[in-house]
């Protein structure tokens, strides 16, 4: 006789998965309190391509990397299928988690198909080094160093800033230093006046170019009325930055490296980490996809869906 199927204990271990992800996933979070920690998960979010852990969620990257330390591409076993690889046979799959989503109440909705969080449910992913099959396509990445590269990148970026909502920006503008100008500093971004400011005086164009995506970042994060304060937007803007000139590969020469260990103390802590990475996360997915074009950051759908 076929064994019933226990829809009670389906249902309990079901939470039990959920909550080994939460606990898995605090666990991540807590390992980015330190330079190190902090530096190596950016490093894992600053890669190219469909299947790239990049176009995941800021925490679904966490729980990628607490489990599979150095994963660069990672999805379902339906959407490896779909991409011309299958895993392969014995291999234990890494849980993430993807949201829920139900329709609001319509008579307190504006809108009749607004959708709402309702909760989690953990969907599990493999590495690309779990599956085997046909090779994923290569993306090569803009070399924005040389001359005329380089100034339709920084166009790229001007557009990008020019079409962010509420326009925070009007212009960019890269120059020599002048009387006047900040000391020390090599670049800015005024909400006041609207205006990106990169100082050019003796430097290279990977580090121009850096610098240029800090103040981007800094136009797209922080706006007239943030209310983070400015260690946090520094290590949002820099980060930011860091993704975007690690996934072209472009070395700056930066001899120090922000991170938010500031934050690591106190009540509330990792849900500030966990934000702020989100943040980070979007800004930079936001300037690659414009650099390098969507296909390159191409998300999933289905059971690929980027979470």
Known sequence: MAKLFDKEAWLARKEEKLSEAKVALEEGLKRLQTSEGWQEMLKAMAHLGRLSVGRLSFNNQVLVQLQRPGTVNAATFQAWKE?????????????????????????????????????????????????????????????????????????????VALAIPGAPVTGIELRLRVEGDVPNARGWYQPATKHIVVLTDGRTRAQQFSTLCHEVAHALLHPIGDPHGRAAQEVEAESTAFVVCHALGLDTGAKSFPYVGGWGEGEGALKLISESGQRIAKAARRVLDALCGEAAQEQQTGDGVAV
């Not at 291999?91 to 969080?117: H, Q, R, T």
């Open 83 to 159: 991409n011309s690889r299958s895993v392969k046979k014995g291999e234990k799959g890494m849980a993430i988690l993807a949201p829920v989503f139900a329709k609001k109440d319509k008579e307190n909705s504006e809108v009749d198909d607004a959708m709402k969080l309702v909760g989690f449910r953990v969907l599990t992913v493999f590495s690309e080094e779990q599956t085997e099959g046909k090779p994923l396509p290569k993306y090569q990445a803009p070399d924005v160093e040389g001359a005329e590269a380089f100034e339709g990148s920084v166009e790229k970026l001007r557009e």
